[in-house]
């Protein structure tokens, strides 16, 4: 079992930034697959950023040039870094990680094993 917590949301102004953590913790072993997702009230959850165990970054169209993906090196916590935040992004932020091993979208949350809680983010304009 692994278990995620999300920490960072808040209110923030449009064009403003805020760093959202993953605190990872349980049995991680081959859990290398990480990824922030966010939903809104009504819609599907959206997979906003992803990271591979080799360090390679996969981002949506929608956060390219303004959300970094990163994880410390004790790989204890996974970070989002949200810059020029656009009212859009509201929403409730997860992160989520993947144990098995197999083919894997980066985005598709069906392919992911655990969860956090989440986290609001609310941009105001």
């Known amino acids: 079992q692994v278990q995620l917590r999300e920490s960072g949301g808040g209110s923030v102004q449009s064009g403003g930034s805020l760093r959202l953590s993953c605190t990872i913790s349980g049995d991680t072993y081959g859990s290398d697959c990480l990824a922030w997702f966010r939903q809104v009230p009504g819609k599907e959850r959206e997979g906003v950023a992803a990271?591979?165990?080799?360090?390679?970054?996969t981002y949506s169209d929608s956060v390219t040039g303004r959300f970094t993906i990163s994880q410390d090196n004790s790989k204890n916590t996974l970070y989002l870094q949200m810059n020029s935040l656009k009212p859009e992004d509201t929403a409730m932020y997860y992160c989520?990680?993947?144990?098995?091993?197999?083919?894997?979208?980066?985005?598709?949350?069906?392919?992911?094993?655990?969860w956090g809680q989440g986290t609001q983010v609310t941009v105001s304009s």
């Open positions: 989520a990680a993947r144990q098995r091993s197999g083919f894997w979208l980066p985005f598709e949350a069906a392919d992911y094993d655990y």
């Open positions: 990271l591979e165990g080799d360090g390679s970054a």
